[in-house]
């Protein structure tokens, strides 16, 4: 019979190193601060705001750790929030990154709007690798990846407009 371990060894792209939220718990660690990214629904997608809109919906972006592997994260306010909350908590304060311990996020409704999430620290500290610190000094700044977000999106964006399209 045909060995099939090689199954678990293929990479196939997979997430490509962006966290997204389960259903379900989310255990991570975060090793960054998070920077603001303010998005718009424009009828089919999100796409970035413009300072001042009306209607926006504002994430934090930023580097975890999840199962031995650092992911960019976009998350949402309500969990921002709440890790802003704990920073300021008496028993899990921190002010300095990566965050001192992991995190769950717990999702219900994962994949809707009517999603709720609760963010519960673990009670012990957990320290970050040098390996992973090492990895983490090559990553952009939370800022830098939000500028290339926005970079991109004006790419497709533009890329989306034909000159067929233009009514004039």
């Known amino acids: 019979m045909p060995n099939m371990d090689w199954v678990d060894s293929v990479n196939t792209g997979g997430d490509n190193g962006y966290f997204k ?28 705001a413009e ?3 009306e209607g ?19 998350l949402p306010y309500t969990v921002v929030r709440a890790i802003k ?10 002010s300095e990154f990566p965050m001192p311990r992991l995190i769950n996020i717990k999702a219900k409704n994962a994949g809707t709007k009517e999603v709720e999430y609760s ?3 673990s009670p012990k500290e957990t320290e970050v690798s040098e390996e992973i610190l090492a990895q983490l ?8 990846f939000v500028e290339k977000m926005r970079a991109k999106e004006k ?3 533009s890329q989306d407009v034909k ?6």
Do not use: C
């Open 137 to 144: 000094k090559e990553k952009l700044s939370p800022e830098e």
């Open 85 to 94: 909350d704990l920073m300021q908590d008496e028993d899990y304060a921190f």
């Open 51 to 53: 300072d001042g809109e």
């Open 155 to 157: 790419t497709e964006v």
């Open 119 to 121: 963010v519960v620290p």
């Open 21 to 48: 939220i389960q259903e379900g718990d989310n255990k991570i660690q975060l090793l960054s601060h998070l920077a603001p990214y303010a998005l718009k629904w424009n009828g089919s997608r999100y796409v970035p």
């Open 56 to 74: 926006v919906s504002h994430k934090g972006v930023g580097w975890v750790l999840q199962d031995g592997v650092i992911k960019n994260a976009t």
């Open 163 to 168: 000159p067929e399209d233009i009514p004039f």
